[in-house]
């Protein structure tokens, strides 16, 4: 069964920095290719980034990196500011049951206010 699971969201002033983590089980990690979306109230998700493209409006703010040793994927956010107030999703393209799916997390909430 591949499970995502995300942490690390919360509220932060602006400014501050938040690292999210994305953990993932069963698909072969090394061969799944990781990326992080978020969604505003009412939009649909969009591309945050991914091991080859970074959204304009958080480039040079937000980072992507992992760790295979732990099958965790991280985004590390500085800079915040209320426009990042959204719901941030990880998702997953790999390996399962023979066949290569797209899986996603639960969502962490970042909420960026004084």
């Known amino acids: 069964q591949v499970q995502l699971v995300e942490s690390g969201g919360g509220l932060v002033q602006p400014g501050g920095s938040l690292r999210l983590s994305c953990t993932v089980s069963?698909?072969?990690?090394?061969?799944?290719?990781m990326s992080w979306y978020r969604q505003f109230p009412g939009k649909e998700r969009e591309l945050v980034a991914d091991r080859l493209t970074t959204a304009d409006s958080v480039k040079g703010r937000f980072t992507i990196s992992s760790d295979r040793t732990k099958s965790t994927a991280y985004l590390q956010m500085k800079d915040l500011r209320p426009e990042d107030t959204a719901v941030y999703f990880c998702?997953?393209?790999?390996?399962?049951?023979?066949?290569?799916?797209?899986?996603w997390g639960q969502g962490t909430q970042v909420i960026v206010s004084s």
């Open positions: 998702r997953a393209y790999g390996l399962a049951d023979g066949d290569y799916s797209v899986y």
């Open positions: 069963g698909l072969h990690f090394s061969a799944t290719a």
